[in-house]
């Protein structure tokens, strides 16, 4: 079993950056690839940005390339993602996943295995 702990979300106002990160324990992740995910109030989840188990590979939605990075230190067992240039649309509960799927930096939740509580952010206007 994998148990996914998200952390870094709050507060900020647009224009503001975050770094959300992802602590995985219960075994080693550095052979899953892992994903963001995020949903909105009243809105269907939705893929943020996604890495492949090297790290090689690397798969962001369109409404958040250029603003945010995915990244992953295999030695702490945890997953990144950097955002910057926060708009108010970027409101969401941020949720971590992984996917034994390891090659592949892919954005399909129904690819992913495990999944983390998730955290929130929230932008301001």
């Known amino acids: 079993q994998v148990q996914l702990v998200e952390s870094g979300g709050g507060l900020v106002q647009a224009g503001g950056s975050l770094r959300l990160s992802c602590a995985a324990s219960?075994?080693?992740?550095?052979?899953?690839?892992m994903g963001w995910f995020r949903q909105a109030p009243g809105k269907e989840r939705e893929s943020v940005a996604a890495?492949?188990?090297?790290?090689?590979?690397?798969y962001y939605a369109d409404s958040v390339k250029g603003r945010f990075t995915i990244s992953r230190d295999n030695a702490k067992n945890t997953v990144y993602l950097q955002m910057s240039s926060l708009k108010p649309e970027d409101t969401a509960v941020y949720y971590c996943?992984?996917?034994?799927?390891?090659?592949?930096?892919?954005?399909?939740?129904?690819?992913?295995?495990?999944w983390g509580q998730g955290t929130q952010v929230t932008v301001s206007s």
């Open positions: 890495i492949n188990w090297t790290g090689e590979y690397t």
């Open positions: 219960g075994r080693t992740v550095s052979n899953f690839g």
């Open positions: 996943a992984a996917t034994r799927a390891s090659r592949y930096a892919t954005g399909q939740s129904a690819w992913y295995d495990y």
